[in-house]
């Protein structure tokens, strides 16, 4: 499959100290704005201890960056956002790094490919998701998922796909019935497993391994303990024998979806996920120090603030308390069989005591849809909690840069989400 592709030599940041890294871990928390840096410090805070301590978000802080789209409204999407920092180019909210004449961006996965790099994704959601799509394909439309799926397998680049590791969700986009695009990618060499117990049998590159129908189980419900760390420590593990290095993207994808829900226990969930993930990371480029680890995220979701209703308060320990997400909390509620066992339902998942008229508005939900059922038990865990929400959609609030590696001020300061990317084509720019 042709496609006309700008170029990348406009995309160039100026030349940078050191020769460049071989290897970059490039990190994305979508929809993790600084506030949910700031709540997942007091949410992991050992009581026992003297003073508030610092979390590894904390410990690999170097600036901010913007993350506004090419229009006017300043309030990007996942999908521009991405391409932002996968192409170093700007455009609309929706599109899957392609400018506003629908023309392929060609991203840094791509130029890296040419080069002789390997490539890897992992994602929390399907890895057609909009932040993967941005590195790998080219679309109108994030909402594409099929079309972004066979994109996977028929964009070559030397007669290969752009990516040599998938790891994530999305069985339904990968084994449709108009193509079966996991048996295509068995013909092209691809180890595959749809399980997590046999993730082990994935030993060389190239690998696939789709573990849901669509996005894995947000982590505050997941049997399978820390998902993304998991699934980052195999990619690294398939990646390192790169020749001539590798690219590495890690999507923390549902940080953004617990905003959404405005789900606070949920956040901290997916922040704790994307936490552990890191410090994988982090210890790679302690044995390999060659590599660049960046970390951002796309934008921030659900306006999150520490404190709300007039209080000069957040209680961190009722969220940590809480054992389920709303959208769980909200179908267990509903499957109960009578109202005497939700009530006794909710104090099990939440250790909240409601009031008699809190009690009745949840009775009274519980009659309704879960959508109605989920927004109330999140409105409840935010009031007890004292945390603030001012939107269900994203905001155009900065977005941390952290970094690590002996390139790690090359990020520092203030920058626009593009810089970010630019730095990073330049060093894939001067792999030899």
């Known amino acids: 499959m042709r496609l006309r592709l700008l170029s990348l030599s406009m995309l160039l940041a100026p030349s940078l100290a050191l020769a460049a890294p071989k290897n970059i871990i490039y990190m994305i928390g979508d929809g993790m704005g600084p506030t949910y840096l700031s709540a997942y410090r007091y949410y992991q805070y050992d009581n026992s201890t003297k003073g508030v ?41 929706g599109a899957i790094s392609v400018n506003r004449q629908h023309i392929p961006i060609g991203t840094m996965m791509q130029l890296a490919k040419r080069l ?77 497993t749809d399980s997590w117990q046999q993730l082990d049998t994935l030993t060389q590159l190239p690998a696939l391994a789709l573990l849901a129908e669509t996005a894995l189980p947000a982590a505050l419900n997941s049997s399978q303990n820390a998902q993304l760390a998991t699934l980052t420590t195999k990619a690294l593990q398939l990646l390192t024998p790169a020749e001539k290095g590798f690219v590495l993207m890690v999507e923390g994808s549902q940080i953004d979806w617990c905003g959404h829900d405005n789900d606070i226990a949920c956040a901290m969930a997916e922040m704790d996920d994307f936490a552990k993930a890191i410090a994988v990371a982090k210890a790679y480029v302690d044995k390999h120090p060659d590599t ?24 961190p320990k009722v969220v940590q308390k809480v054992k389920a997400t709303g959208r769980s909390i909200a179908t267990q509620l509903k499957q109960a069989e009578s109202d005497t066992a939700a009530l006794v339902l909710w104090a099990d998942l939440t250790s909240i005591t409601l009031t008699e008229e809190e009690q009745a508005a ?14 109330l038990s999140n409105q409840l865990v935010a009031k007890y909690s004292y945390t603030g929400w001012t939107t ?41």
């Open 53 to 93: 301590e610092n979390t590894i978000f904390d410990e690999l802080w170097q600036g901010m960056a913007s993350t506004y789209p090419d229009d006017d409204t300043y309030v990007t999407d996942s999908a521009a956002g991405a391409t932002a920092l996968a192409t170093g180019e700007k455009s609309y909210n």
């Open 292 to 315: 660049l680890l960046i970390i951002t995220a796309d934008h921030e979701t659900g306006g999150m603030t520490l404190g709300a209703a007039g209080a000069y308060l957040w209680l």
């Open 362 to 375: 949840l009775l009274a939900a519980r009659q309704q849809d879960e959508k109605t059922l989920r927004v």
């Open 392 to 432: 269900g959609g994203h905001t155009a609030t900065d977005v941390a840069v952290l970094a690590y590696g002996k390139w790690r001020d090359d990020f520092s300061g203030f920058q626009d989400n593009t810089q970010i990317a630019k730095k990073l084509i330049q060093f894939i720019q001067q792999t030899k």
């Open 116 to 192: 002789g790099k390997a490539n890897g994704i992992v994602a929390s959601s399907q890895i057609n998701h909009a932040t993967p799509a941005s590195f790998l394909a080219h679309n109108k439309s994030r909402s594409n998922y099929d079309d972004i799926a066979n994109m996977y397998v028929d964009y070559k680049i030397n007669g290969r796909p752009v990516a040599d590791v998938m790891l994530g969700g999305g069985i339904k986009y990968f084994q449709r019935k108009d193509r079966d695009l996991v048996s295509e990618f068995k013909q092209l060499g691809f180890q595959y």
